[in-house]
Nanobody, 126 residues
Framework: QVQLVESGGGLVQAGDSLRLSCAAT????????MGWFRQAPGKERECVAA???????HYADSVKDRFTISRDNNKNTVALQMNSLKPADTAVYYC????????????????????WGQGTQVTVSS
């Protein structure tokens, strides 16, 4: 069982930056591919960024060049640096983990992930 705890959300203005962090209670954190998802009211949960076990990354087109996902296997954490925030980025952001034997695979579908955090609200005002 893996527990994920997100932090770092808040209320910011358009153009500001935020850094989300997710702490995992996994004894073998390096065995997990990780993802950041978001869900706005009335919309489906979408993958904004994902990172493989080996550090390869994937970004949604809407956040490419603005968001950066990273992981620290020594600290069991994954972070999402969000720059140039827009009102359209307003959502609840979730951290997710998938235990996988494949170091190079990236997972973008929410149904592929086994563990989820409780979510953290990000609100961007115009």
């Amino acid at each position: 069982q893996v527990q994920l705890v997100e932090s770092g959300g808040g209320l910011v203005q358009a153009g500001d930056s935020l850094r989300l962090s997710c702490a995992a209670t996994a004894s073998t954190f390096s065995s997990y591919a990780m993802g950041w998802f978001r869900q706005a009211p009335g919309k489906e949960r979408e993958c904004v960024a994902a990172i493989t076990r080996s550090g390869g990354t994937h970004y949604a087109d809407s956040v490419k060049d603005r968001f950066t996902i990273s992981r620290d296997n020594n600290k069991n954490t994954v972070a999402l640096q969000m720059n140039s925030l827009k009102p359209a980025d307003t959502a609840v952001y979730y951290c997710a983990a998938k235990n996988t034997a494949y170091r190079l695979n990236v997972y973008r579908d929410a149904s592929e992930y086994e563990y989820w955090g409780q979510g953290t609200q990000v609100t961007v005002s115009s």
